[in-house]
């Protein structure tokens, strides 16, 4: 059963571009607005690169294309006069940053650079119960940082900002969980 030939099916309003989330919803909304039925272009496709669909109707002069692009549906409209687009974007997934650090992890990289010279055993393993219990956010790899300056040798020359980034970059872990 052909289609209806109306080539201003869809886009009365001027949209130029639609989105949606899939490739079935991609091809639904094409078979929505191209105005007549369509069969694949086999030597086009092969020069093009990708799979291009030309209208059956070209005996009534009409020439109108989709162009399959992957990440979307170009329909070339009108006789190429009018080109429209129909973006495919899945929707993105829950993703959560789980964060980590250890003890371990903490006193190697103290050994390392000479950090928490000037300190205690007390005063170390305060600091190091706080790690093991707290998350590693910016505010606790603060709170670490400065206890870590605080107790270790003026002559190192380090700044709060620097062994943040000592800890951030050596100590905490990120793993990625997915919905």
């Not at 030597?43 to 399959?68: K, L, M, Q, V």
Request: aromatic content about 8%; charged content about 25%.
């Amino acid at each position: 059963m052909a289609k209806e030939i109306n080539p201003y099916k869809g886009y009365k309003d001027g949209t130029t571009a639609f989105h949606v989330k899939s490739r079935e919803e991609a091809w639904k909304k094409a078979n929505e607005i191209f105005p007549t039925d369509y069969e694949k272009d086999e030597a086009a496709s092969a020069r093009a690169g990708y799979p291009i669909y030309r209208s059956t109707a070209t005996d009534a002069g009409i020439t109108d294309w989709i162009s399959d692009l992957g990440a979307r549906l170009e329909l070339n409209l009108k006789n190429g006069a009018k080109s429209l687009n129909i973006w495919i974007t899945p929707p993105t997934p829950k993703i959560t940053a789980v964060r980590r650090w250890s003890m371990e992890d903490i006193v190697s990289m103290c050994i390392e650079n000479n950090f928490y010279t000037q300190g205690d055993a007390l005063a170390y393993s305060r600091m190091l119960q706080r790690v093991e219990v707290m998350k590693p956010t910016p505010e606790e790899i603060y709170k670490t940082a400065v206890d870590i300056l605080d107790h270790t040798d003026p002559n190192e020359d380090q700044t709060i900002t620097n062994i943040m980034c000592i800890i951030e970059n050596t100590v905490v872990r990120t793993t990625y969980e997915i919905d």
